[in-house]
């Protein structure tokens, strides 16, 4: 298994510009995270997914952030419109229900300009 | 709410030598503790968990409710232990959110 797969690992931008990244889990795994990790913040969970359902979007920062799960092995994050201070390292996790660890991906790190 | 506390943004240590890694948390409940690791190049992945009470890679960590703190140890650092370390919490009752905190970055020079 090659883990969880994001992409793309580096993307830069132009503020205003939409932004799409991608996730898929690890197969079997049916709930999946994605996080935010900056100097500042450190580590934020965003967004959880269970079964493909989003159950916590209570760390999703503004209206310009939305995330998707169309199936169980897809997910995408999108900003719209992108703004400088949403430059970070974006990671995607996913897990079984039955587990308490999380597995990560690589990580896409998204510049703002 | 919760919070966990990594007081150490960087920690620098010579092989050999004792390694304390500091994390110190909030939480009014019951609460499973991690550490998580991320070295150079590579995926963040979990070390290990309080209540597995094992020993990985030489590290351990004790949790002291008393003093709300889950310390990373180990006795004789090496030089691929250097890496970004992250604690964790995970509230009782929960069955999915991880609090982290911001990490610590140890260094193991030569």
């Known amino acids: 298994d090659a883990g969880v797969i994001q992409s793309p690992r580096h993307e830069v931008t132009e503020m205003g510009q939409e932004v799409t990244l991608r996730c898929k889990p690890i197969?079997?795994?049916?709930?999946l995270f994605w996080y935010r990790q900056t100097m500042m913040r450190g580590l934020e969970l965003l967004i959880y997914f269970n079964n493909n359902v989003p159950i916590d979007d209570s760390g999703m920062p503004e209206d310009r952030f939305s995330a998707k799960m169309p199936n169980a092995s897809f997910s995408t994050l999108k900003i719209q419109p992108s703004e400088p201070r949403d430059s970070a390292v974006y990671f995607c996790?996913?897990?079984?229900?039955?587990?308490?660890?999380?597995?990560f991906g690589p990580g896409t790190r998204l510049t703002v300009t | 709410a919760q919070r966990v506390t990594q007081p150490e943004k960087l920690l620098s240590v010579f092989k050999g030598a004792p390694v304390e890694l500091k994390c110190n948390y909030s939480y009014s409940g019951s609460p499973e503790l991690f550490w998580y690791v991320q070295y150079s190049r590579q995926r963040l992945q979990l070390l290990l968990r309080?209540?597995s009470r094992e020993s990985i890679k030489g590290f351990t960590a004790d949790l002291n409710k008393g003093e709300t703190s889950f310390h990373l140890k180990k006795p004789f650092a090496q030089e691929e232990d250097s890496a970004m370390y992250y604690c964790a919490l995970k509230a009782g009752g929960s069955n999915y959110k991880l609090t982290f905190g911001k990490g610590t970055l140890l260094t193991v020079n030569p």
């Open positions: 996790a996913s897990t079984k229900d039955t587990s308490v660890e999380q597995y």
């Open positions: 309080h209540i």
């Open positions: 197969s079997g795994h049916n709930s």
